[in-house]
């Protein structure tokens, strides 16, 4: 079965960096696009970036865009999510989500359970 697992969430400030990871495992990986989103409680799940299988294409949610980068290493089955000069808004539950069209990341059917993370001012 596809299971994806984040990890690299924490507490930092605003200003610092964060790295998150998503292990996938049981799919052909490299024929997936990733993607993360986030959300907090009482809002909807926000896009923040996605990826498309071999790494060529990328798109950015305009909040996080110019701070953040998506990447991926198909060797490794992973994702990552590079966040730099973090905000106190951008203090979240990030999922990472696959799926076979990268216009479709929003309707996967494969998820993580997310990761936390938390930015003080």
């Known amino acids: 079965q596809v299971q994806l697992v984040e990890s690299g969430g924490g507490m930092v400030e605003a200003g610092d960096s964060l790295k998150l990871s998503c292990a996938a495992s049981?799919?052909?990986?490299?024929?997936?696009?990733m993607g993360w989103f986030r959300q907090t409680p009482g809002k909807e799940r926000e896009f923040v970036a996605a990826?498309?299988?071999?790494?060529?294409?990328?798109r950015y949610g305009g909040s996080v865009k110019g701070r953040f980068t998506i990447s991926r290493d198909n060797a490794k089955n992973t994702v990552y999510l590079q966040m730099n000069s973090l905000k106190p808004e951008d203090t979240a539950i990030y999922y990472c989500a696959a799926n076979k069209y990268i216009t479709s990341l929003a309707e996967s059917d494969y998820w993580g359970q997310g990761t936390q993370v938390t930015v003080s001012s």
């Open positions: 990826i498309s299988g071999t790494g060529a294409m990328t």
């Open positions: 049981g799919l052909t990986f490299r024929s997936y696009a």
